[in-house]
Structures are given as C-alpha cells and as structure tokens.
C-alpha cells in the first residue's frame, strides 16, 4: 500500500547525501545483571524474533511523479537488521565512541526498512551497549525517545519488551461513511488552515529569513544570520562522537540562581564549550553563535510517526563573554525566540521548518550556502526523557546519548535527554572540521563546573544585613 510522505518529512529524504545521511540515533548504555551471562545473546535472539510494524516497515519508493512515498513491505532480514557484536578484549570507552561514529556515518538502504540496531558486547565495566539509528522521515526524537523506553521494563526482572520498532501502531475504530458534503467541507477547512499558515510564515517569521539571507540585520530568531565558523565547513561522511552526563537535579538548581531553565542551562555551556574548543583548537570564533533549536509541536501522549516540529535561531553569547555574563545573554535570546514562536499557530510553526528547512537544502544543493550565511552555527536540541529507572532483561540502563544527525552546512550537533538521575548529552560533528568531540564535551562540562561554583558563591554570601552590622567580616569574605 502506497502512501503519500508530508513535507517535512519528504525534506529528510530530498536533502539526503552519502556525506550528509538524514537519519537520528541513540546509544543506550547497561551494567550487566549478575548471575547471567547470556543476558546480551538472550536480548539479540528476542530482538530477531519481532517483525518491524508501522512505520518500521516502510520502505521509499519513487512514484511517476518523481516524488518518493512509502509502501509497506515484508520482506525482512531480522539478522541484518539486529546485529549482535562485540569490542574486543582490553577496548576503551573511546573504542566504543569511535566504533559507533563509524556505524552512524552510512546512508541507511532505501530498500529496506528504515532501521537498524546493533547490540554490542565487551563494553568496559561490566557494560553492553545498543546503538539504535532511524530515518528522520519516519520518526522524530521526542517520539523516537518515547518509543524507546515503552521498549524498556521498570522491573529489574528478566524481561524483554517488545522492541521499538515491533511496536503496536495505534488501532484507529473505523468510521461510517462522511456524505459527499461533509468530505469537501473538511477538504476546504484543512485548505483554509494550510492557506492562514502560509499566509502567518510569509508576512512574518519568513520574511524575516529571507530578508536576512540576503543581507539584512539581524532581528530576533531568524535563520541565515550567522558567520562562517568552523562547524560550517563542507559536510564529508566522516563523524565524531563524544558523550556527557552531568547531575539532572544539581543543574535545575544551578540554572535557578541565575534565573535560567534546565534548557537555558544547557545551551550556555554548550555555547562557553564550543568557544573554548575552538580556541583551544586554534581556531577562535570572534562572533556570537547562532543555534539552531529545534521545538517539538507535539501535544502529550503523541507519538505518531514523522516528524512534527518547529525550529528556533538563537543568538547566543559574545565571543569574549564569561560564563556567567554568557548565561544571562543567552537567557534573554532565548526568551525573545521563545516569545516569536509562541506568537505562531502550530500550522503555521510547522510551514515556517518546511519552508526555512527547504531554503537551506536549497542553497546547499546548489552551493549557495559557501558564499552565503549558513543556516545556524550549531544544533542545540533538547529531548524529553524518563525519571524512572529502567530495565533490559535485568541490565539497568545507565545511560541514554542521543546521536543525531548533521545536514546542511551545520556540522555540529549537541542533542541531550533527561534519565533517571542525569542529563546526558551527545554530540556529533563533521569529523574532518570538529575532530575531537571528547575534549568540547570536556569544556562543557567545566564550564558548568564555573557556573555550579558560582552559584555556590552566590547562596553563601552574606546578606547585607549581615554586612551592614559587621563591616570588618564583609571586608575579609572578599
């Protein structure tokens, strides 16, 4: 059965390249149980025993009109699909990032479905790890995200749910027949919400882009204002990885002080790190970042297939900015960009990604973007995840690292999801101009160190009670 592929979904498989793959991953990490040493090759075996189900099944095909759309099919290799391997003895973490920037860095065969896993054993400390990658034009990350761990137990017990790409589809109860009438009413009524849509983008949030791609200030979110960095460097297919987990509850508390989101948090140290590496890399960057933040328009509970999201561009901190003069910059860019999209319909905030998304296939396509602003310096995304601890056939899972895609002249991506206790990060980037990965996670994590510092300061300095009445203790705290 043939069915037709929305928009935006279509742009992830138009704009697809051997250097520039247009599929999302995430690397899930487990402590193996005791008492069970057959716990990875038990999992491998489940996992080959499922049938991929909508919209793991589909395949792309290209109709008479030259455009692709999907067609469900069975023919499956579960043995392809489910791969079961292992490091080697004496292997490194790094051995395990390096191996899977290499797994991530093919096109995935539009022959087949959509998907692939790979469990991998010999991870150090007692560990195994799935690597799990899917095409963008049949999942996003917050449902990806969700799928995953409806994937996953809550009980420590030897259980092994139904994996994500063998998940149930919703079963929608069929209606009676809609006269000739009613049918054109709702055919004019999703005609008229397209045509508002359009209408919102153009004389707003679009123009703005357009405006701004041809050498207009900058104002607000708006794409193409960025400068060349060294991110923006032509895509090739290599990729580097690099991983980070910092403590979820210490970071809300961090970010309060200074009157920042747990979000708002992680795009600054995103921002002070990547300036750091780049310096440290000889290549210092003397303008803001622009981030390119994608937003979920996804109402609670939604976890139907494609892809259902907006985008913001940030202006991040001053080049020369510290850390914590960098923190209240991005606060008030991020607060004006949140305000521009709240202002939209979500018609109109899902036309304005098909339509900016297709500008920047655009000039890349056609290498405009090497002469033109890039669209975005960085892709700072933030994924809803799980507080509850969670299980695979007794592993607890330890980690969750998204590992997403890069496209369009924007070879940096730094994607982070909440777990249990911890907010993991995973970055990637084009392997030829962001090399080293593991040291920019490194900065991140000691810019949040300065800022976790600081805060301390702040909630243990004296009132100015306490200072009127004691000048010389005042005098001694500085």
Known sequence: MSKPIPPLDLMWLIM???????????LLLFEKPKGNPDVVRQIVEAYRSFNPTPPFNYV?????????????????????????IALPDGATYDDLLRL????????????????????????????????????HAIIDGVSGTKRLYASLSPSPKRVIPMPAFAALAPVHKPRPPKAIVDRLAEIGISATKQTLALRDVSVGALKKGLASLFGADP?????????????????????????????????????????????DLAVTIVDEGVHRYLRQTGRAFPR???AFCPVSLRDEGDSASGTRASAMFVHLGEHDATVLGRVKQVVAAMGTAKQELRSMSKDAALAYA?????????????????????????VISNVPGARAKMYLNGAALVGTFPVS????????????????????????????????????????????????????????????TTRSRSPKTSRASR
């Open 60 to 84: 792309v095909e290209t109709g008479g009109t030259g455009l692709p759309h999907f067609r469900e099919t069975t023919s499956y290799d579960p043995c392809y699909h489910i791969q079961h």
């Open 405 to 464: 895609m890069i496209a369009m002249s924007v070879g940096l991506n730094a994607t982070l999801t909440s777990y249990d206790d911890s907010m993991d990060f995973g970055f990637v980037g084009n392997g030829v101009a962001m090399y080293d990965l593991t040291q920019l996670a490194r900065h991140v994590r000691d810019a949040y160190e300065e800022l976790k510092a600081a805060s301390s300061k702040k909630r243990k300095a004296p009132s100015r």
């Open 219 to 263: 104002v607000g979110s708006a794409p193409f204002t960025a400068q060349r960095a060294p991110m923006n460097e032509p895509l090739q297919m290599a990729r580097s990885i690099a991983t980070l987990s910092l403590p979820l509850d210490e970071m809300h508390t961090v970010g309060g002080h200074f009157g920042a989101t747990l979000n």
């Open 354 to 378: 098909v339509a900016v998304l297709g500008m920047a296939e655009l000039t890349t396509a056609t290498h405009v973007d090497r002469v033109t602003p890039p669209l975005a310096n960085v």
């Open 16 to 26: 697809e390249s051997q250097a520039s793959p247009s599929h999302v991953g995430a």
């Open 100 to 135: 899977v920037a290499d797994l991530h860095e093919p096109m995935l065969d539009r022959c087949r479905p959509l998907f692939r896993d790979w469990i991998i054993d010999g991870v150090p400390g007692n560990r195994f790890a799935v690597y799990a990658k899917v095409h």
């Open 288 to 290: 803001p970042l622009v």
